[in-house]
């Protein structure tokens, strides 16, 4: 009889957890960000450019209280180095995340990974566009204020990479965005 007792406590209290848990992971899983950036070159494309600047959005969508998916671009200006000609690169990642967090409280720190392209676009027409498979990963902070509104720093690290044969860059052309952004759930 005691067993039975304890056994149905021990099923009660895990399914309302289960049910806490599935109920915070569904309260408002999907956002949009928007964000600007500082961004730092490195490389051969650095010795072409001066640090530059972007700007860029993403959609995600949180699968659980830890894990989250998204799917972000963005636009970078670069300024040519000592005569050198303006860059533009655009990227487009899909994302993995990981919040250290777990969503507790309003502050959530978000380890993140992802894969997507970037084009190196520069002012000339000499030279043409070119599109490289690239890689990033890196930290985002959110502080929430409130249930739908919340502001990001943004730390992230991505590597593109180039053709050595065909590209005037280094084979892999790194690149470091820091910056802020406002994100919102729904």
Do not use: H
Request: glycine content about 14%.
């Amino acid at each position: 009889m005691r067993v039975s007792r304890l056994a149905t406590a021990v099923m009660v209290g895990a399914l309302m957890a289960a049910s806490g848990a599935e109920a915070q992971r569904l309260e408002d899983p999907w956002y949009v960000e928007g964000f600007g950036n500082y961004v730092l070159g490195t490389g051969a494309f650095a010795s072409a450019v001066e640090n530059g600047w972007s700007a860029g959005g993403l959609l995600g969508y949180r699968l659980s209280a830890a894990w989250l998916v998204m799917a972000g671009a963005s636009y970078a200006w670069w300024s040519g180095e000592r005569g050198q000609v303006d860059w533009n690169t655009t990227s487009y990642f899909g994302q993995v995340g990981y919040d250290a967090a777990r969503a507790a409280g309003s502050t959530r720190v978000i380890l993140i990974a992802g894969a997507g392209a970037t084009s190196f676009a520069p002012e000339s027409e000499i030279v043409g566009s070119e599109t490289y498979l690239a890689l990033n990963g890196g930290l985002k902070v959110v502080q929430m204020f409130g249930r739908r509104f919340g502001a990001t720093l943004n730390m992230i690290a991505t590597v593109a990479f180039a053709d050595e044969q065909a590209s005037q860059f280094d084979s892999a052309t790194w690149s470091f965005p820091f910056g802020v952004g406002l994100s919102i759930r729904f």
